[in-house]
């Protein structure tokens, strides 16, 4: 039985994905969960994994072609299935991809188009596999115009997955768990059902819950009968984090001649799509100030002098001190909604990592519960990870407001873009030693300039002010971070 | 508070109703002289006397038809059947005459009266009369159906019943007629169509009704004692059904059983469940089970009798498997 690939939403927000690499040829030998190219999402590099046994008969994207979710990628069937129907099927359901053309290309003819539908007729009731529910639900609500010929056929061989909730789930279920049985004493007289082709069970709530956080099913082992994943393992899962990781970066391009042509990457995309819809639409301000840093400096060198393992950045005091005054002006923690200013509780704060080809804002959750030797070691090991993009969607998702520092490059102050819904965002520039007054005698100083971007709609002017007063507070007397 | 029997509740609220409103009157087989088959009418006829509390021949039919017939000219009729085994025989003016007049005259007749008597199992009454019809009646548009479980509700609900406009059909219970609870005293109203929490936790739902409710609140005692809190959602109405109720408590626990008295196929927990799958669909962390009556009349033997009911090990059973726990 044939089983299609096709481009899956990886993260939460991923509408399509870069195929970077084939890690598989055609005619090799596939078992369920290989691994079988590398997607870019938009935030990552992860893989694409085999839901299905056989052998991978036909790839229909080239590495480097971009599909929306849902496009066909490759068939995998048996050696000696005829897969015709499915890959003459593929231009059909997302029309993106160059095999379009394989089914007739832009100017069907009516006849070329009930051809196409009765294609995909056959080729979804072939692959059984995944796609029943989908499909019926489907064709419900297919209007009966779409339908050709009268024959009632579905229109689209290829559903469309929820994001991050795959509706063809991956292969592994215990082979011997059979359909659990009726409950006796039940009086029900309904057999158990056979799982058709190896479609993992899951129950509703759980497909919810994965959804809502970014949680892949393919990976999780399910505990409910017959191999179902219920509440307890999506908790469970979340608790362990499901292993998603990826192999080489992309290959670098070889450059000819004068000058290079840089194709957008899909991160490039989405930087510039979320940053234009953050300078449009949000009207911003910008609050500076300048603090006395001498003592946060002192702190990093005594830490330093403890040991590698007590070591702080200068970032790592900001962001500190950041949560803490966070958790006293919690109208600046907060998302604007839209109809609506939701203020958090938690603190979640983002800081943004420059990695090779643009940026990435991992989180550091209930920041303001952290020690400020937990932030150093958290905020170290993110910043690493996401230079080697191996970040989960669900960490660098769920930020309340954000750091961003640009110290390190000799920046003496700047002001950053607020990464929407979040309402304000932290730039901190370079710690440099300056001449200032202090009783009436001209001394040397660290001083430290913050600037504070703030969504006019849910901060206004005096709270922002209130904000980096409380903030300054803190890092000219350190001793509060660790008080 | 005062305790009273099921029984006792039933008959605090006739008597207030018969006092408030002239125009309610109590008819039925053996429902004066006698005092009522199971004595809910203890004392009414010489409280009441014989225009108010009156007697009928063995005709289920005929004295039912003279109910509508009254109600459709002004009275407020309070029909009592020996049990709702022999109603059947009254269905025609249940169904075609009472649930329809308003509709089919175009509004020109109401219809306030109440068909009253206990419903379902006893105790070794055998297979024709030990059934519970909640269903059927509850299939018909025009119709209310209240199952009340307990002495209050018992109360509040007759009294809502006797003073709505509509024929409402009033689901008493043999065995329920001893229990005791408290009963507020005088103008205690139970609205028609709202569900109680009789119970809350947050493991699962158990949703239930009439009979039943206090097979679920011996099993939420029991699973207590092995830390397992359950939601005891009593409908107390079956038609209308409060959904709302239903939801709220699913969406909380999202796993849920349905107990009633009756049969399974087209039972009272078809219907719930329908609702659950509706409202609740990204709740649910397991299929909702049900448990009911098992598919056979019902046996005159004791223990084949005990084996064919709804009870509480069956219904822990169910919660258990729809926790994963089993």
Known sequence: MATKVVMEALSPTMEEGRLVKWNKNEGDQIKSGDILAEVETDKAVMELVARGDGVLRKRLANEGDASPVGTLLAVIAAPDENIDSIVGSAGAGAGASGQAAQSGGASQSAGSAAQAVADTKESTSKSAVPQAPAQSQGEASTPPQQKAGGQGAPPSAAPRPAPGAPSRPAAPRPPAAAAPAAPKGNGSSRPAAPAAGGRQRSSPLARRLATERGIQLGGIQGTGPGGRIVKRDIENAKAAGVAAGRSAAAARLATEGDFKDVALTQIRKTIAKRLTESNGPIPTFFLTAEFDATRAAELRIQLAEMGDEYKASFNDIVIKAVALALAEHPEVNAHWLGDKIRQFNRIHV????????????????????????????????????????????????????SVSNLGMFGIDQFTAIINPPETGILAVGRAEDKAVFVDGQVVMRKRLRLTMSCDHRAVDGAVGARFLQTLGRMIENPLMLVY | MAVLTYRDALTQALREELQRDDRVFLMGEEVAQYNGAYKVSKGLLDEFGPMRIVDTPITELGFAGVGVGAAMVGLRPIVEFMTWNFALLALDEVVNAAAKMLYMSGGQYKMPMVFRGPNGAALQLAGQHSQAWESWLAHIPGLKVLTPGTPADAKG???????????????????????????????????????????????????????????????????????????VVDLRTVRPMDVEAISRSVQKTNRAVVLEEGWEICGMGSQVVDFIQRECFDDLDAPVLRVHQEEVPMPYAKNLERAAKPDAGKTVKAIRKVMYLD
């Open chain 2, 157 to 231: 609900l007759l009294k809502s019943a006797i003073r709505d406009d509509n024929p409402v059909v009033f689901l008493e219970g043999e065995m329920l007629y001893n229990v005791k609870g408290e009963v507020p005293e005088g103008e205690h109203i139970v609205p028609i169509g709202v569900a109680e929490l009789k119970r809350e936790g947050d493991h699962c739902s158990v949703i239930t009704h009439g009979k039943m409710v206090l097979v679920a609140m011996k099993v939420a005692d029991d699973l207590a004692k092995e830390g397992i809190n359950i939601d």
């Open chain 1, 350 to 401: 983002a800081m943004a990592v420059a990695i090779e080809d643009g940026l990435i804002t991992p989180v550091l959750f209930d920041a303001d519960q952290m020690t400020l030797w937990d932030i150093s070691a958290k905020a170290r090991d993110l910043a690493g990870r996401a230079r080697e993009r191996k970040l989960m969607p669900e960490e660098y998702t769920g930020s309340t407001f």
